[in-house]
Each structure stands twice: as structure tokens, then as C-alpha cells.
């Protein structure tokens, strides 16, 4: 469980309030108790300031939600991979939706992140911003159309046609690249037809994050997995 494997779910916590303090650790523990019930690889991306404990506490891999390109020094207020990685955490988000980078810092970016033996899931707008930072060799790429992130409908259904055409625009460049596909994922339909479209995984929040269940939710979004 402590690698990661496909089919993938990420969870990004993203600053919600209700993963303030504790509520990031437990909701850490959750998808670690589904993971390791079910099989399923599942990635927690906590906040940042909650990064060192989630990933001391739990057995599934953890993920930042950002991190900087800077070299470990005089760097005040940055975040290098480094310290990511001396947190326990395996990788990290980068150009998520809420925090886009230009090209030449998301090519930073991965750099320091395999200098640091980071892994990096690079967030794209659209099929063609995706085969566009496939170029640079990340881990993954999540494909998130930004009108629908934090909706009700999923990408799967309202714009099946992104998923296809990010993941021919990414095989493009390199095949062995697996595409995630995120924004309004809600329910184990809507992962399988992500996996019927071509993805190996989601990367979700609201559906999980705000859910009034949240072990109930990450139960239902495996269940045809
Ligand atoms: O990082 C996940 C994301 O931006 C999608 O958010 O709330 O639509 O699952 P959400």
C-alpha cells in the first residue's frame, strides 16, 4: 500500500476547512483504511503545513499538493523538494488548477523533483496542455477542465472527449505515461467510465473532502474497481 499503483485515486485535500488540524489526519486515516481494505491504491494529498505528520502516520503514500523549484539555501518562504521528501511524502501535485505555473517552472519543477526523488502528477487544463507538459517527463499527468472542478457533473460526463484526447496527446509524446482525469468525480461510475475512457485513475476532492460521509464516499468511488 505504501507504493504507488494503478488504477489510482488521489485525493487532494486542497484548504478546505474541514482538513484544518485534525480533520487532515483523519481524513489521511480514512483513505488508508479503505486502501488497505480494499486493495486500492489511494494517495492523500494533505495540506502543506499538515505534510510531516500525515506522512509519519500513515501507511498509504502521501503527496503535496504543491512544491517550489528552488535548491535547498537561501530560500526563505519557499518549499523545496527536498523538504518534501524528507517529510515522508513521496511526490506532489504540480500546476494544479488553483496553483498554475507557467512551462518554464513546471520544467523546473519536475526537475527538482527528480533530483530530490520526488514523483510528480502535472496537472493540464486541456488534452493539449497536457501532451504540452508531457514533454518535460512527469510521473503522471490529471487532465482537470477548471469549469467543472468543485461542480456536480463529472468531466466523464460532460466532457468524456478531454479524457480521450489528453491521453492520445500524452501517448503521443510517451506512452508509458499514466493519465488521470479529474474535476466533479462524485462516484464509482464515474472512475469506472474515467477507466473505460482511458485513464488509470482520478484525482478528486469535493466528493470525498466535503462529503458527510467521508469513508462512505472513497468506498462508493472504488466499488467497480
Ligand atoms: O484536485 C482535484 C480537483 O481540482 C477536482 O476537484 O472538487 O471537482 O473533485 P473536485
Redesign the pocket.
Known sequence: MSEIGFPLI?V?F?AYPEVEGEGALSLARTCAAVAEASGVSIVA?PPMVELGRVASSVKIPVMAQHVDYRTPGSATGWTTAEMVRRTGAVGT?VN???HRLNLDDIRAVISACKRADLKTCV?ADSALTSGEVALFAPDMV?V?PPE????DVSVTNAKPEVVVEAVRTVHQVEPSIPVLC?????NGHDVKRAIELGAKGV?????V??AKDQRQALSDLIRFI
Open positions: 488521489i487532494n486542497k494529498c501535485l494544479h488548477s488553483e496537472c490529471a482537470e467543472l472542478i468543485g461542480g479529474g474535476a466533479g468525480i462524485k484525482l478528486l476532492a469535493s466528493g473532502v466535503k
